[in-house]
């Protein structure tokens, strides 16, 4: 069966300090990889996607980064973290096929607080 | 840009009744979503619907899409305090892609009270 693991679990930062969120995918090939974030009290949004290593888009421009170093590895990153980073990060995974009806499944989560 | 809305927002309603939630959106999409999260957890998956009047059912909760409306429905049969929690929708914002982009709904608060 297939699993999805997040770190930290909860971290505190300064502002203007480095950030880097980790998430990796067990039991499965190639996923599709996505990092979301969730402000306090609303849905999710998406900010990153990979459909392979090394393949990254962005959705919304911000102060944050991604890369996929591996192909179940994907790494949530920022140089100077602003307050407005502060929030919930999930990482999810999918395998997509045409006409399909996969889900995407959500890892546990790393909650940020930026102070 | 799509655009996911859920109604009501907050939802408390008693032990035993029934109760609808509501998800419309903004563009055609193949694929839509519906996801329970627990306080301080992540999102757990409850349905995926795909095609026009899809119907899902698991337990008390049952879902159902009107790609046709651009509406789909979390129908809660006789609640029950368990069902306390987030509810959200999310819609694939790419028809016919594997990218699986997803949009969500700002979340139906909902707590069941004996």
């Known amino acids: 069966s297939q699993t999805i693991h997040q770190w930290p679990a909860t971290l505190v930062q300064p502002v203007g300090s480095p950030l880097s969120l980790e998430c990796t995918v067990e039991?499965?090939?190639?996923?599709?990889l996505y990092w979301y974030r969730q402000a306090a009290g609303r849905g999710l949004q998406l900010l990153f996607y990979?459909?392979?290593?090394?393949?990254i888009s962005s959705e919304v421009p911000q102060n944050l980064s991604a890369s996929r170093p591996q192909d179940r590895q994907f790494i949530l990153s920022s140089k100077k973290l602003l307050l407005s980073d502060s929030g919930f990060y999930l990482c999810?995974?999918?395998?997509?096929?045409?006409?399909?009806?996969?889900?995407?499944?959500f890892g546990p989560g790393t909650r940020l607080l930026v102070l | 840009e799509l655009k996911v809305e859920q109604n009501p927002l907050f939802l408390s309603m008693q032990e035993g009744k029934n109760y609808t939630i509501y998800c419309n959106y903004s563009t055609t999409s193949d694929r839509l979503y519906w996801y329970r999260q627990d306080p301080g957890k992540s999102l757990e998956s409850l349905f995926v619907l795909l095609s026009n009047g899809a119907v899902k059912q698991e337990g008390r909760l049952m879902a159902s899409l009107d790609t046709k409306a651009r509406l789909s429905t979390l129908h809660i049969t006789a609640a029950v305090h368990d069902l306390s929690a987030t509810y959200f929708c999310?819609?694939?914002?790419?028809?016919?892609?594997?990218?699986?982009?997803?949009?969500f709904g700002r979340g139906t608060q909902l707590t069941v009270w004996p």
């Open positions: 999310a819609v694939d914002r790419d028809r016919g892609s594997t990218l699986g982009r997803l949009y």
């Open positions: 039991g499965t090939s190639n996923p599709n």
């Open positions: 999810a995974w999918t395998r997509l096929l045409s006409g399909r009806g996969e889900t995407q499944y």
């Open positions: 990979s459909v392979g290593i090394g393949q």
